[in-house]
């Protein structure tokens, strides 16, 4: 699997490959100290997952992230030394699926990348797929446009799904949105419950609040208000 890694120290590159090389041995790494040797390096190779630091010389992180969700289809992690509230924000309408914070903390690193521990694992096929709904989870998503996008029968790709991931691609889907919409619940307080729920990709509040609480045992609202005091 193919990894950019885009900062303008050195060894903060350094760094950060050392510490994802323990944990993912067989990954490559393709590393950018600006945007434009990023940009060159994403048209040659097929990019997966992307750390972009947010403070680069010429565009800045958010502005190179914004063009690669734009054109390419990848996972994007920012990487700040700034606990921003605007950066979060500005990040989460691009689509970015997580972030961190300078210094790195190894757990830190490891918990954001947990969701990939299984990819290795994975065809072609379904590691396309997740990277779409992983970058597009907050719009409509259905089972037939995922199988058009990466060019196969929608009931193969049903059945090839559920037999790689072990979820269906509803179940799995709805899991994945429920844990973005935790994130945001406590890091952006002032964010509507009705807001978070559309912006996870859920037409109907009730919808979202339902499957929340059947998912944590609790509300949205209940949620918050335990994590964030807790």
């Known amino acids: 699997m193919n990894i950019l890694l885009v900062d303008d120290e050195p060894l903060e590159l350094e760094q950060l ?4 090389l323990k944990k993912f041995p067989t990954w490559k790494f393709f ?7 990023a940009l060159q390096i994403v048209k040659q190779h097929d990019i997966f997952l ?16 914004k063009e690669l969700t734009s054109s390419y289809s990848m996972d994007i992690i920012m990487v700040t030394a ?11 309408r691009l689509g970015v699926v997580d972030y961190i914070t300078k210094p790195i903390i190894e757990d830190e690193l490891m918990a954001v990348l947990s969701k990939y521990e299984r990819l290795g694992r994975y065809s ?12 597009e989870y907050s719009d409509k998503l ?4 995922l199988a058009s996008k990466i060019h196969i029968n929608p009931a193969y790709f ?16 709805n899991e994945y949105r429920l844990k973005q919409a935790q994130k ?41 208000l335990r994590e964030t005091f807790h």
Not at 17 to 20: D, N, R, T
Not at 31 to 37: R, V
């Open 50 to 65: 992307a750390f972009l630091d947010i403070q680069i010389p010429g565009k800045s992180g958010l502005e190179l992230a």
């Open 158 to 173: 049903s059945r090839k799904f559920q037999e790689e991931v072990g979820i269906g691609f509803s179940e799995y889907l």
């Open 142 to 145: 259905s089972l037939n446009y």
């Open 184 to 224: 945001m619940l406590i890091e952006f307080p002032d964010l509507s419950i009705s807001t978070v729920s559309e912006r996870c990709g859920f037409n109907s509040q009730h919808y979202f609040s339902q499957i929340f609480r059947k998912m944590t045992g609790q509300s949205p609202r209940d949620y918050r």
């Open 17 to 20: 490959e050392y510490l994802i």
């Open 82 to 92: 700034f606990q921003n509230f605007e950066y979060a924000q500005t990040s989460i």
């Open 124 to 135: 072609e096929q379904i590691v396309n797929a997740l990277k779409i709904i992983h970058q």
């Open 31 to 37: 590393k950018a100290q600006d945007a434009s040797k």
